[in-house]
């Protein structure tokens, strides 16, 4: 194993404090915890919006904290769910009398540790609402969940509920349109090879030099089908069908988004997009905003995922109010 890192049983805490170092105009570490929150938290008059999940998934979780997106995002070690204290420590740090909105990707560590730390939250006199995003159309269960996986149409939840929150909306109002944003984003991923996690050491999963996994998960599950490799517009057209399949977007605006999983270049995403833009054009889908990057990566995997969006005038709108997080700056 090959990695950056000085100590794997450290990785978590070194990650979360160079993270509050790189932006210490912009952000804040509380203190012996893995939670980062705005360096203006808790905002006056404002929503609360707080999100995590396991590391690994780096710019995700933190890299979204700002104004118009997170105020707030709690790490676990890697690809395991933060505790509810940390949870609750983040809720506690943003809440400003208005309330706090938690986003949380469907897997079941992440379900029961924020629901635990909603639960202790409102014991102290917090109002919380939660969305829980399930985008992934690869599979209904997996070893990590119960119910579709959430993955990279989890960061367009973290903008627009982040964007209705920074205009002063209030807890029903970010929780109505950030179910809105779950209901009409559909994501389907692809990987070339395994990630390693530090404390593992080993690859979790191996594919042979002309396979790969479709429909594979963040954290490595397994997808529906081990297959030959194939080109980039018949991976494209494979991932965008199956999204197509599964939600009416006919005659609809879209938001796109082509992620990479965290070991694919710029420029193999990008002749993905060039696929995905052509297979929506032939279909009558309007494509009014692009996305190209990562987004939600699984460490080192390479792969990607395809996400599309529909789109209304309202979601528009908050898709491109301002943000001033590091990873999504509009």
Same mark, same amino acid.
């Given at each position: 194993? +090959?990695?950056?890192?000085?100590?794997?049983?450290?990785?978590?805490?070194?990650?979360?404090?160079?993270?509050?170092?790189?932006?210490?105009?912009?952000?804040?570490?509380?203190?012996?915890?893995?939670?980062?929150?705005?360096?203006?938290?808790?905002?006056?008059? @404002?929503? /609360?919006?707080?999100?995590?999940?396991?590391?690994?998934?780096?710019?995700?979780?933190?890299?979204?904290?700002? +104004?118009?997106?997170?105020?707030?995002?709690?790490?676990?070690?890697?690809?395991?769910?933060?505790?509810?204290?940390?949870?609750?420590?983040?809720?506690?740090?943003?809440?400003?009398?208005? /309330?706090?909105?938690?986003?949380?990707?469907?897997?079941?560590?992440?379900?029961?540790?924020?629901?635990?730390?909603?639960?202790?939250?409102?014991?102290?006199?917090?109002?919380?609402?939660?969305?829980?995003?399930?985008?992934?159309?690869?599979?209904?269960?997996?070893?990590?969940?119960?119910?579709?996986?959430?993955?990279?149409?989890?960061?367009?939840?973290? +903008?627009?509920?982040?964007?209705?929150?920074?205009?002063? /909306?209030?807890?029903?109002?970010?929780? $109505?349109? $950030?179910?809105?944003?779950?209901?009409?984003?559909?994501?389907?991923?692809?990987?070339?090879?395994?990630?390693?996690?530090?404390?593992?050491? @080993?690859?979790?999963?191996?594919?042979?030099?002309?396979?790969?996994?479709?429909?594979?998960?963040?954290?490595?599950?397994? /997808?529906?089908?081990?297959?030959?490799?194939?080109?980039?517009?018949?991976?494209?057209?494979?991932?965008?069908?199956?999204?197509?399949?599964?939600?009416?977007?006919?005659?609809?605006?879209?938001?796109?988004?082509?992620?990479?999983?965290?070991?694919?270049?710029?420029?193999?995403?990008?002749?993905?997009?060039?696929?995905?833009?052509?297979?929506?054009?032939?279909?009558?889908?309007?494509?009014?905003?692009?996305?190209?990057?990562?987004?939600?990566?699984?460490?080192?995997?390479?792969?990607?995922?395809?996400?599309?969006?529909?789109?209304?005038?309202?979601?528009?709108?908050?898709?491109?109010?301002?943000?001033?997080?590091?990873?999504?700056?509009?």
């Amino acid at each position: 194993m +090959k990695k950056i890192i000085n100590n794997p049983d450290r990785a978590l805490q070194e990650m979360v404090e160079g993270i509050a170092a790189a932006y210490p105009n912009e952000v804040k570490q509380l203190p012996e915890t893995t939670v980062i929150v705005r360096k203006d938290a808790p905002v006056s008059n @404002k929503v /609360g919006i707080v999100s995590g999940g396991g590391s690994g998934h780096e710019p995700a979780h933190a890299g979204y904290i700002g +104004k118009g997106m997170l105020d707030a995002a709690v790490s676990g070690e890697v690809f395991t769910s933060p505790t509810p204290d940390q949870v609750l420590e983040a809720i506690k740090a943003v809440d400003s009398g208005k /309330g706090v909105f938690l986003v949380i990707k469907n897997y079941t560590g992440d379900v029961i540790n924020f629901d635990m730390a909603a639960e202790l939250a409102e014991a102290e006199g917090i109002e919380v609402e939660k969305v829980v995003v399930n985008d992934d159309v690869a599979v209904e269960d997996s070893s990590f969940t119960t119910g579709r996986r959430g993955i990279a149409g989890t960061v367009f939840v973290h +903008k627009i509920a982040g964007a209705i929150a920074e205009q002063g /909306g209030s807890l029903q109002e970010v929780k $109505a349109v $950030a179910e809105k944003v779950v209901e009409n984003v559909r994501s389907m991923g692809m990987a070339l090879t395994s990630c390693i996690v530090p404390a593992a050491g @080993k690859p979790s999963f191996q594919l042979e030099d002309n396979e790969m996994e479709i429909g594979i998960g963040i954290h490595g599950e397994p /997808g529906i089908e081990r297959k030959e490799m194939a080109t980039a517009h018949e991976i494209a057209k494979e991932l965008t069908e199956k999204v197509l399949n599964d939600r009416d977007f006919s005659g609809s605006d879209v938001a796109v988004m082509v992620n990479g999983l965290g070991a694919t270049p710029e420029m193999e995403l990008y002749i993905v997009n060039k696929s995905v833009q052509e297979i929506l054009k032939e279909k009558g889908i309007k494509v009014y905003k692009t996305f190209v990057g990562e987004y939600m990566t699984s460490l080192e995997m390479a792969g990607c995922s395809v996400s599309l969006l529909k789109l209304d005038d309202e979601i528009k709108s908050l898709l491109n109010a301002e943000s001033s997080a590091p990873a999504f700056r509009i």
